[in-house]
């Protein structure tokens, strides 16, 4: 089973950009589909994006639309997510995950989960 371990979190100004990456172990890196969700004090761990195999589909919510992107490099065997226009609501901690279906947005369905990273982004 792959595992997972987010970095590039911080703090940032409404406006501002941050790119957080997931580096992956194990030798079947290619093999899974990969999302980024969050989750934000007191709520439920939310559906960010996510990418095929090998990033030919990528799916994103609604929330993030043209603001982030997704993207994965399969030789370094790292996901990242590219996060433009940040917003005070964008605060949480972001989370990766392996092993859904394509483009799933269901949490239940990932089976390998990094331990977090934490985006602030002040007003």
């Known amino acids: 089973q792959v595992q997972l371990v987010e970095s590039g979190g911080g703090l940032v100004q409404a406006g501002g950009s941050l790119r957080l990456s997931c580096a992956a172990s194990?030798?079947?890196?290619?093999?899974?589909?990969l999302g980024w969700f969050r989750q934000a004090p007191g709520k439920e761990r939310e559906f960010v994006a996510a990418?095929?195999?090998?990033?030919?589909?990528?799916y994103y919510a609604d929330s993030v639309k043209g603001r982030f992107t997704i993207s994965r490099d399969n030789a370094r065997k790292t996901l990242y997510l590219q996060m433009n226009s940040l917003k005070p609501e964008d605060t949480a901690v972001y989370y990766c995950?392996?092993?859904?279906?394509?483009?799933?947005?269901?949490?239940?369905?990932?089976?390998?989960w990094g331990q977090g990273t934490q985006v602030t982004v002040s007003s």
């Open positions: 995950a392996a092993g859904a279906r394509a483009g799933s947005q269901d949490r239940t369905e990932y089976v390998s």
């Open positions: 194990g030798p079947t890196f290619n093999y899974y589909n």
């Open positions: 990418i095929s195999r090998f990033g030919n589909s990528v």
